[in-house]
């Protein structure tokens, strides 16, 4: 019965959390914020839901499995959140380019001065990109790629400017390389933001658990107790009954019965004690590994940073 119900229950839980999610996901493209926030709350709501049907899981087994399929279906949103993203990126940077690719398509920059002329163009959608997407998920990922695909124009245009000295040649590829870097550098800062805020998300719902798991845990210790005494009470009421209708014989065998009880109650008691606690053990554990997974990831991420080059100043870069 036990493994039934607890199946039904995670099972419950499943869909209430990607019940709630279907439903996000018709609003997509959202901040790293907003879908972390639902993807919390919905979780929540499904370990609740699974609760109320999960009967005598003393080792967590199902509550993992719940885990284990929950985090698995928000890793498949976060990825239709970030390619929804993505899209919403690309058409907005498409737009906005579309004077530009004309102009490179009638030879509009090539001329003396034209590579000026490029950059600016390049600025001017940049800052409008900024201002309109800057609440992407994948803003400074699909800005980055922008910038990488015009590199080679911007080479073209640079060698066909015959203006240009050696000197300015020079000064203007150390510009392109800026811009490029720029945003290298914002989309890694962006990454690493993600992850700061995944690993703060995934404490507060590891306290969280251990808190319904607990509370689920000593509410079964509490109605089994209640069982239990129910049971002795009855025995003593039985014994009691037989002392008062003159069946002493019987009523000293039933002590016996009512010891033997007692023992046993003792010893579930204890049993369940100690699986309560190795549950909860086991849970701090894998908490643990989890978290030391995610710092892993974040210590990494740094030590990327550390090593990151220094951004120097130009005129052709992003404002």
């Known amino acids: 019965m036990a493994k039934i119900e607890n199946e039904a229950a995670v099972k419950e839980g499943i869909d209430m959390y990607q019940s709630e999610m279907e439903k996000l996901k018709k609003s997509f493209p959202l901040d790293l914020n907003e879908i972390t926030s639902k993807h919390q709350c919905f979780r929540l709501m499904a370990t609740q839901t699974f609760m109320k049907r999960s009967f005598r899981d003393s080792n967590g087994e199902y509550l993992t499995s719940l885990e284990e399929a929950i985090n698995h279906q928000f890793d498949g949103y976060l990825w239709n959140n970030a390619k929804a993203s993505k899209a919403k990126c690309e058409r907005l940077l498409s737009v906005l380019s579309k004077p530009m690719t004309e102009k490179i398509n009638q030879g509009f920059y090539s001329k003396a001065g034209g590579y000026d002329l490029f950059c600016q163009d390049l600025n001017i959608i940049i800052k409008q990109y900024n201002a309109r997407a800057n609440k992407e998920v ?17 080479t073209a245009i640079q060698n066909a400017d015959n203006k240009l000295t050696e000197n300015e040649q020079r000064i ?44 689920k845990m000593n509410m079964e210790m509490s109605l089994q107790k209640q069982e239990m005494n129910r049971a002795m009470d009855s025995k003593l009421r039985e014994q009691t009954d037989m002392m008062m209708n003159g069946f ?32 909860l053990e086991h849970m701090e554990r894998r908490n643990a590994q989890n978290m030391e997974v995610l710092q892993q990831q974040h210590r990494e991420q740094m030590n990327a940073m550390n090593w990151r080059p220094k951004q120097k100043s130009s005129s052709c870069s992003l404002q």
Do not use: G, Y
Request: proline residues 1%.
């Open 138 to 154: 994948k803003f400074n990922e699909v800005s980055e790629k922008f910038l990488k695909e015009k590199v080679p124009v911007a």
């Open 172 to 215: 203007c590829e150390e510009r392109q390389k800026a811009v490029l870097l720029e945003q290298e550098i914002k989309a890694q800062d962006e990454r690493q933001r993600q992850l700061e805020k995944k690993i703060e998300t995934e404490q507060q719902n590891n306290a969280e658990r251990m808190r319904q798991v607990m509370e």
């Open 248 to 279: 002493q014989e019987k009523a000293n065998q039933m002590n016996w019965e009512i010891q033997e009880l007692k023992r046993k109650n003792n010893d579930t008691e204890e049993r369940k004690s100690r699986e309560f606690k190795e549950f």
